[in-house]
């Protein structure tokens, strides 16, 4: 599966911003789709996951009530609303694809396939 994230940029503390994350090669629909992000000098950290059918969503309890992860398995993209965007949230957002299970929905290990990165900015 070959990812590709776009939507970074720079916003003021309080806006939002939609990533996009654009899958192609295998089977979109079979795979949970993951969001982490990694601030500088930081770990790369779970942020949300949708599971296959887009029935069940997952999210870091900094980001739940403001972010928002979404999927559409016919136009085989992933989405990640950013509401109430924070200083905090400053980072390379990656998208990821994997057979997680519950267990590992939060686990960099349980996706095999990244993209590239996209960058937001949150400035106070």
């Known amino acids: 599966v070959q990812l590709q994230a776009s939507g970074g940029g720079l916003v003021q503390a309080g806006g939002s911003l939609r990533l996009s994350c654009a899958a192609s090669?295998?089977?979109?629909?079979?795979?949970?789709m993951g969001w982490f992000r990694q601030a500088p000098g930081e770990r790369r950290e779970f942020v949300a996951a949708?599971?296959?059918?887009?029935?069940?969503?997952y999210y870091a309890d900094s980001v739940k009530g403001r972010f928002a992860v979404s999927r559409d398995n016919v136009k085989n993209t992933v989405s990640l609303q950013l509401n109430s965007l924070e200083p905090e949230d400053t980072a390379v957002y990656y998208c990821a694809a994997g057979r997680a299970i519950v267990s590992t929905i939060a686990t960099r290990g349980a996706y095999s396939y990244w993209g590239q990165g996209t960058q937001v900015t949150v400035s106070s």
């Open positions: 090669g295998h089977t979109f629909s079979g795979y949970t």
């Open positions: 949708i599971r296959p059918n887009g029935g069940t969503t």
